[in-house]
């Protein structure tokens, strides 16, 4: 502007002094932990612009890129979870919060599509209600951290089909609560469920998560899993996943939260007598592994 | 897990790692300049997770902050912009970007409004299509750095009501292109419209940046302002304000765009034969400040 006059404002000053104006701005917080998480969050939001010279064109893009990300959001799919999931943040999260002590079974992210309650079963029972899959034994034991069983541990138990899609994003071909179980540990500490072997399969790419691989050059797929949430009376609850040893992807997975620890052999069993104990077709897999908990 | 079977894959190391490998994963990314964005995030993201060692629960909760923000968005509602602009992050953007040589008209916010085409209007035209507001007179030229004037330099204008709303706030009250309107100066660079005194108003705070408002005890008001983008042939155009001076919260813009040298005098008069030239009731206030262009 070109004129002189002068008014006794306190107006921001023309470089980057706006960081500190913003940071001031919330010292009226009333939560103190709320005011150290946001002035962080301001001070990274602002370094990464300063340090990347952040154009216009590439902010707008931003804003468009996380509005599309709210957009895709629906109660069968949570976008903003699967973003964290790429980059890293969520495995990091796990990885701060785990608290983790050797002996303990790992912790690994919870991922999008942990969002129905899993149908109560029986011990056993099969949680692959289309039985299109290789069939498969899960069993061994909920411990302690000294080796105690844990008698009455809860399980919540949850995989894709055997192609590679979760019953929430098939809701015309999968009936609710296929995949999915939660079962209850016996007096021994003792859990077994059947299902089929759970394959590699692709994040969704259709959103702009999906966008943003194709743009990075990375592909979507996760390697083999099964999730579990494992809870029991006086102990932390464990949210982790279990990995089909030998399988694709263990060494890129797309949320990067394969951990050495969780990686289980679904040992190729040919017994017929087996089989029809267990309930399953011959020849099956199965894998024994077990879980353990930390006291709280 | 209790079992000892070791497998050969590349798993993520139990602390930290996961940052590096996040960053490896993005050396595929096919146009350099977004790698160097994307790595440059991820680095941000982690370390603000690590410094404030981040729980699951407020990772849930900014997950759900972010969805909430991406669905509050409409066509005429831009809650994510809102939020860059609460968060300092888009005065910072335009700082960076500003290539402000002295002599120029500082630039500051677009903000979150200029999301309609302007009304082409005749010079002297008002764009007060309602009249409710205290009668103003804003005119000057649209100079080069040096002083020439620029001829059909264009000017694209829009303010909030008297109420302190934009027509696109409003749709059942104002008419649409109400404040809005886009002038082109004449053959001395000159440009003059008839307007209502703007006032201060609130943001939008029925939404997820209102509540972050309400948690960190900031008020939401921006001091009263006319939004120009002017541009002219051989010149870099200019995103900017001009900021009524002596008004309330000029030294607490909410989204802390308010630059000393965009605050300018609203002079009232009292003068019936000029009220009678401008077309505009008497008294009415006077705004008189040129644009300044850099040659590009």
Do not use: K
């Amino acid at each position: 502007m070109s004129t002189d006059a002068t008014h006794a404002t306190h107006a921001t000053a023309p470089d980057g002094t706006v960081t500190e104006e913003v940071v001031r701005s919330l010292r009226g917080t009333a939560d103190p932990r709320l005011r150290e998480l946001l002035t962080a969050l301001v001070r990274h939001l602002h370094a990464f612009a300063r340090e990347t010279r952040l154009t216009r064109e590439e902010w707008e893009r931003a804003i468009g890129f996380l509005t599309a990300t709210g957009q895709a959001c629906t109660d069968t799919r949570q976008e903003f979870i699967l973003l964290s999931d790429v980059l890293g943040l969520s495995m990091l999260v796990e990885t701060i919060n785990g608290d983790h002590t050797p002996g303990a079974t790992e912790p690994t992210v919870l991922g999008p599509f942990h969002m129905t309650d899993s149908p109560v079963r029986e011990p056993g029972a099969t949680i692959d209600l289309l039985g299109d899959g290789e069939p498969c034994v899960v069993s061994g034991r909920v411990l302690s951290r000294d080796g105690t069983p844990l008698p009455g541990a809860r399980l919540d138990v949850w995989q894709a089909n055997a192609q590679g899609f979760y019953d929430v994003q098939q809701p015309d071909v999968q009936p609710p609560g296929n995949g999915r179980g939660l079962f209850t540990a016996d007096a021994e500490g003792r859990f077994r469920f059947r299902t089929c072997l759970p394959s590699p399969y692709p994040i969704p790419t259709d959103g702009p998560v999906g966008a943003l691989l194709r743009a990075t050059g990375r592909h979507p797929y996760r390697p083999a899993h099964i999730h579990f949430i494992v809870s029991a009376e006086g102990h932390t609850p464990v949210t982790t996943h279990v990995f089909v040893a030998g399988g694709e992807h263990l060494d890129s997975d797309a949320v990067f939260a394969v951990r050495q620890s969780l990686v289980q052999d679904f040992t190729p069993v040919d017994d017929p007598e087996l089989a029809r104990e267990f309930g399953v077709r011959n020849p099956f897999r199965h894998a024994r592994f077990d879980l353990v908990l930390e006291p709280s």
